[in-house]
């Protein structure tokens, strides 16, 4: 199976970019957003939206990710509500989620961090990301040709906190993982039933709270989280 060759190909990383930990510098968050059709609608009819959120990470902070916390605004819904949920486990879906969930894929995505990232020249990894409905939350299956992964995202009023396991965030011994950048598109409908929506338009922005938070790699990080604000344009 692949999970062999992903050990096997992060301790080889491991091996040969071996670096010294080092003091961070403090991290910060770039986020963006945008969503299709820039039109809102109202309480009375909401309108269907295709979001698409960019989160990049500081990379000269070198810092570790253990989750990143979205906030919508009350001019934007998530709502899993009347959409096809994916019923397969955690290993079915490292399969191919379209092979077993086909009809609760809800977009795109892809991610990149450094492995080793205090080496001289720490390991570039990228990940395709594909997001899916699952049980009261929403799932993101990660590839890419030496590890993957499926991030779970826990909805709880207007925050969706997607939690990063501890195995890409340490994915060998002493060696450490650096987020640089998560991308995803959400879009999904079905009959009157919509994933993301909107009810208004506040100065003509959705303004969509990310929080990204951190843990030691091995010295703590400079700060515990970094935050920003991504404002999609709307009218």
């Known amino acids: 199976m692949r999970k062999s060759l992903v050990a096997a190909g992060v301790a080889a990383l491991s091996l040969a970019l071996t670096g010294v930990a080092q003091a961070q510098t403090p991290p910060s968050v770039d986020a963006s957003a945008t969503v299709s059709p820039s039109k809102a609608g109202t309480k009375k009819k909401p309108k269907s939206e295709k979001l698409k959120l960019v989160v990049k990470n500081d990379p000269s902070s070198k810092t570790?990710?253990?989750g990143i916390e979205i906030?919508?605004?009350?001019?934007?819904?998530l709502a899993l509500k009347g959409l096809t949920a994916c019923k397969a486990t955690d290993t079915q879906l490292l399969g191919g989620p379209e092979k077993v969930c086909k009809s609760s894929i809800v977009g795109t995505g892809e991610?990149?961090?450094?492995?080793?990232p205090f080496a001289a020249t720490p390991?570039?990894?990228?990940f395709k990301v594909t997001p899916l409905i699952g049980n009261k939350e929403l799932l993101?299956?990660?590839?890419?040709?030496?590890a993957d992964a499926v991030l779970h995202g826990k909805i709880k009023g207007k925050k969706l906190t997607i939690v990063i396991p501890a195995f890409l965030q340490k994915p060998a011994p002493d060696t450490y993982s650096a987020l640089i950048d998560f991308t995803t598109t959400l879009s999904k409908t079905k009959g009157k039933n919509a994933l993301i929506s909107s009810?208004?338009?506040k100065s003509k922005k959705h303004k969509v709270g990310v929080r990204v938070t951190y843990v030691p790699n091995p010295a703590p990080p400079a700060a515990t989280s970094a935050s920003d604000t991504a404002e999609a344009k709307c009218s």
């Open 64 to 66: 570790t990710a253990s």
């Open 71 to 77: 906030t919508f605004p009350s001019t934007l819904k």
């Open 111 to 116: 991610a990149n961090a450094l492995v080793n």
């Open 123 to 126: 390991a570039p990894l990228k």
């Open 140 to 146: 993101f299956v990660l590839d890419s040709a030496i």
């Open 199 to 201: 009810n208004g338009c």
